[in-house]
T-cell receptor, first 112, second 111 residues
Framework: LAKTTQPISMDSYEGQEVNITCSHNNIATNDYITWYQQFPSQGPRFIIQGYKTKVTNEVASLFIPADRKSSTLSLPRVSLSDTAVYYCLVGVRAGNNRKLIWGLGTSLAVNP | KAGVTQTPRYLIKTRGQQVTLSCSPISGHRSVSWYQQTPGQGLQFLFEYFSETQRNKGNFPGRFSGRQFSNSRSEMNVSTLELGDSALYLC??????????FGQGTRLTVV
């Protein structure tokens, strides 16, 4: 079963680019990678999702190398409000169903 | 469009009691998943329901159960509460395997 591993915590400063890497060694061909953001006492919020290469939306980019054993969430020019926990998860097919495998999250602290 | 609504937001129960949590998914979403979140374990999948049928189940004891109604609303029940059941319980709804939308959760404290 696929498992994700990501750093427990990271520190950054306002205006910097932040890259959070997640390892998922056993990801299968048809699995996808999704990132969520969570603030204290709130439910996680979807950020971005991808299968391979690069995906970009208005808030982040997701880089997935050819071997798909890792992925990197890139947050451009972070602000204080980006302080949160970021979760990498892999969607895994289980027969006709799909399970989401969550990592333990990376606690990002953005400092002024 | 209203988001995922979970009730109650906060709950305090004593050991041995049972509790029922409710989740109303986004209109049109037929898949509802439940998660338990604790500081040490992160988010742990409890179960997923789709069209009133349990589709997936995590590794939790039988004290944890759930159901989904014909309007897609879902409830989860925990019987014989233990101190270790204190956690944030999150519900998420999705449509046809797309991104999951989470509610704000129910903070359960067992004393």
């Amino acid at each position: 079963l696929a498992k994700t591993t990501q750093p427990i915590s990271m520190d950054s400063y306002e205006g910097q680019e932040v890259n959070i890497t997640c390892s998922h060694n056993n990801i299968a061909t048809n699995d996808y990678i999704t990132w969520y953001q969570q603030f204290p006492s709130q439910g996680p919020r979807f950020i971005i999702q991808g299968y391979k290469t690069k995906v970009t939306n208005e808030v982040a980019s997701l880089f997935i190398p050819a071997d798909r054993k890792s992925s990197t969430l890139s947050l451009p020019r972070v602000s204080l409000s980006d302080t949160a926990v970021y979760y990498c998860l892999v969607g895994v097919r289980a027969g006709n169903n799909r399970k989401l495998i969550w990592g333990l999250g990376t606690s990002l602290a953005v400092n002024p | 469009k209203a988001g995922v609504t979970q009730t109650p937001r906060y709950l305090i129960k004593t050991r041995g009691q049972q509790v029922t949590l409710s989740c109303s998914p986004i209109s049109g979403h037929r898949s509802v998943s439940w998660y338990q979140q604790t500081p040490g374990q992160g988010l742990q999948f409890l179960f997923e329901y789709f069209s009133e049928t349990q589709r997936n189940k995590g590794n939790f004891p039988g004290r944890f159960s759930g159901r989904q109604f014909s309007n897609s609303r879902s409830e989860m029940n925990v019987s014989t509460l233990e101190l270790g059941d204190s956690a944030l319980y999150l519900c998420a709804s999705s449509s046809k395997g797309a991104e999951a939308f989470f509610g704000q959760g129910t903070r359960l404290t067992v004393v």
